[in-house]
């Protein structure tokens, strides 16, 4: 995408450290590339990491969700 600089949206970047396709260099530069985003790498993973490893594809998943509804939450206490 060419539009990276324009998404805001909470994101998360998880590449395999053994990813021969997308590798972690090119993650680490789409991550930056997106201004609210964070980086992982799983260790001892390729380019199927989510069969590989899915507990931690999915505790990173749930982590960037339960952050989200944290944020809302704290928001919506703050309203009158």
Known sequence: PTNLTNIFVPTIVCA??????????????????LPNSQYVE??????LVHLEHPDIVAEVLITLASSSVQVE????????
């Open 42 to 47: 799983i260790k001892n993973a390729d380019h």
């Open 73 to 80: 939450k704290r928001l919506l206490s703050l309203t009158i």
């Open 16 to 33: 395999a450290e053994h990813d021969p396709y997308v590798t972690t260099q090119v993650a680490k530069s789409f991550s930056a590339n």
